[in-house]
């Protein structure tokens, strides 16, 4: 399911697809910019995978 990230002093919007990547783009965000960037998400309800 996507998610929407944001970095709320970065002030970006980016689409993540795998929950797993956004834990990742959260460390990384952190270890380059400093712990005060929080990152927020939330699932968009939206997805690209089709149902039977």
Not at 20 to 43: K, M, P
């Amino acid at each position: 399911m996507p998610y929407i990230v944001t970095c709320t002093l970065c002030e970006f919007q980016r689409e993540i697809d795998a929950l797993e990547d956004v834990f990742e783009f959260r460390d990384t965000h952190q270890a380059t910019y400093g712990e005060d960037h929080v990152i927020e998400w939330e699932l968009t309800g939206e997805s690209d995978q089709a149902t039977d």
